[in-house]
């Protein structure tokens, strides 16, 4: 596979993580994978973290180590800062991008645990 497809398919696939993650919760039917998913975005950033970085995402470094191939350097610590810059053609303070990312990803964690948790009450508060 070239490593132009290569890098446009981790691009989609990190879209759609993201755009899981802020709207996966909405609705009853994908709330307990987004659940999942926030778990494993929350474990990778904090327990990879340990040994990677605080905010590891795996999918991130094999991306980079795509680009990198293809030539870019200069590549920021996360996606996000990198599609934002991108996206809006400015050099956009990485401080105040990770900021967002993670106060929108704690809104959206805690907005699931909610979620599923007062499924699971309802479910148990069922006569049986």
Not at 7 to 25: K, Q
Not at 55 to 73: F, N, S
Not at 88 to 117: C, E, H, W
Request: a positive charge; one cysteine or more; charged letters at 20%.
């Amino acid at each position: 596979m070239s490593l132009e497809l290569q890098d446009i398919l981790y691009t989609m696939l990190h879209l759609m993580v993201i755009g899981f993650h802020l709207v996966g919760w909405i609705w009853k039917r994908t709330r307990k994978a987004h659940l999942w998913l926030v778990a494993l975005t929350a474990g990778s950033w904090a327990v990879l973290g340990i040994w990677y970085g605080w905010g590891y995402c795996p999918i991130t470094d094999w991306q980079w180590d795509v680009k990198r191939q293809l030539g870019e350097e200069n590549l920021p610590n996360s996606f996000v800062k990198y599609y934002a810059d991108k996206l809006s053609g400015a050099d956009i303070d990485a401080a105040v991008v990770d900021t967002v990312t993670v106060v929108v990803f704690g809104i959206v964690a805690v907005l699931s645990v909610v979620l599923n948790r007062r499924k699971r009450l309802k479910i148990e508060k069922l006569p049986g």
